[in-house]
């Protein structure tokens, strides 16, 4: 019996020293830039790029359970259909084409930060899995953009375009530092791999006359980085 009451007090003390001597539960709040990569990035440029999460730390490893939600801005680049233009439709220019089109992305991600100890600070590496709600104002809707004969070439834009949303399942991967700062209060900097299965760009034609046309191809499968900074606090 003597043998028992000893176990189950080495348990319980075990468990208050590493598990639970502090409230289990985290969240953090960063700022930076979000940067496109891939074919992503021949449509948009980055912007900012916030994300909040809340943490539940396991006991005993420094494991932390994440729910995070970010938001990310992005603008397209006017460049990208005046150069599809030139370069389909031998050397046209585009006289009226200047919009400010822009598209954000939300994802709201669960996943696992693996803290690792390091002296005073804790290296970490994140992988996240969720959703991505994606929005456009605005973007080509599918349909015929028509231009006429001369040259620099005006092209009709009225019921090309649409403003609109999409969902997709995303992942995430990362690595990250953070740095004590004072009681219960880290730096948080770190920096990620994203990637959502949206389609960003429909595919649609670009007619100038029977003899000067071209379609595009449908483009899908968002890829971004994001490089933050903030604090994490132990609540």
Same mark, same amino acid.
């Given at each position: 019996m003597k043998k028992v009451n000893s176990l189950i007090f080495l348990l319980v003390l075990f468990t208050s020293i590493y598990g639970y001597?502090?409230?289990?539960?985290?969240g953090n709040l960063t700022?930076?830039?979000?940067?496109?990569?891939?074919?992503?990035s021949k449509l948009y440029k980055g912007g900012v790029s916030v994300e909040a999460g809340i943490f539940y730390t396991l006991?005993?490893? @420094?494991?932390?359970?994440?729910? !995070? /939600?970010?938001?990310? #801005?992005?603008?397209?680049?006017?460049?990208?259909f005046t150069g599809l233009v030139s370069s389909n439709?031998?050397?046209?220019?585009?006289?009226?084409?200047?919009?400010?089109?822009?598209?954000?992305?939300?994802?709201?991600?669960v996943g696992a930060r693996l803290r690792i100890p390091f002296g005073s600070m804790r290296p970490y590496i994140t992988g996240e899995v969720g959703l991505h709600?994606?929005?456009f104002a605005d973007r080509f809707n599918g349909q015929r953009v028509i231009g006429n004969?001369?040259?620099?070439?005006?092209?009709?834009?009225?019921?090309?375009?649409?403003?609109? @949303?999409?969902v997709?399942?995303? !992942? /995430?991967?990362?690595? #990250?530092?953070?740095?004590?700062?004072?009681m219960k209060v880290n730096l948080d900097l770190n920096v990620k791999y994203n990637y959502s299965g949206v389609t960003y760009s429909k595919s649609y034609n670009v007619f100038q006359n029977n003899n000067?046309?071209?379609?595009?191809?449908?483009?899908?499968?968002?890829?971004?980085?994001?490089?933050?900074?903030?604090?994490?606090?132990?609540?």
């Amino acid at each position: 019996m003597k043998k028992v009451n000893s176990l189950i007090f080495l348990l319980v003390l075990f468990t208050s020293i590493y598990g639970y001597s502090q409230t289990p539960f985290r969240g953090n709040l960063t700022a930076g830039l979000t940067s496109p990569i891939g074919d992503f990035s021949k449509l948009y440029k980055g912007g900012v790029s916030v994300e909040a999460g809340i943490f539940y730390t396991l006991p005993i490893i @420094s494991l932390d359970l994440t729910l !995070t /939600a970010g938001y990310n #801005g992005y603008k397209y680049k006017n460049d990208y259909f005046t150069g599809l233009v030139s370069s389909n439709l031998n050397g046209a220019t585009v006289s009226n084409f200047n919009v400010s089109w822009t598209a954000t992305d939300i994802p709201v991600m669960v996943g696992a930060r693996l803290r690792i100890p390091f002296g005073s600070m804790r290296p970490y590496i994140t992988g996240e899995v969720g959703l991505h709600f994606v929005s456009f104002a605005d973007r080509f809707n599918g349909q015929r953009v028509i231009g006429n004969a001369g040259s620099p070439v005006a092209f009709d834009f009225n019921s090309t375009t649409e403003s609109g @949303s999409s969902v997709g399942v995303g !992942t /995430a991967i990362g690595a #990250g530092l953070e740095i004590p700062l004072i009681m219960k209060v880290n730096l948080d900097l770190n920096v990620k791999y994203n990637y959502s299965g949206v389609t960003y760009s429909k595919s649609y034609n670009v007619f100038q006359n029977n003899n000067s046309q071209f379609t595009t191809a449908e483009m899908k499968n968002i890829n971004y980085i994001t490089i933050r900074g903030g604090v994490v606090i132990d609540f």
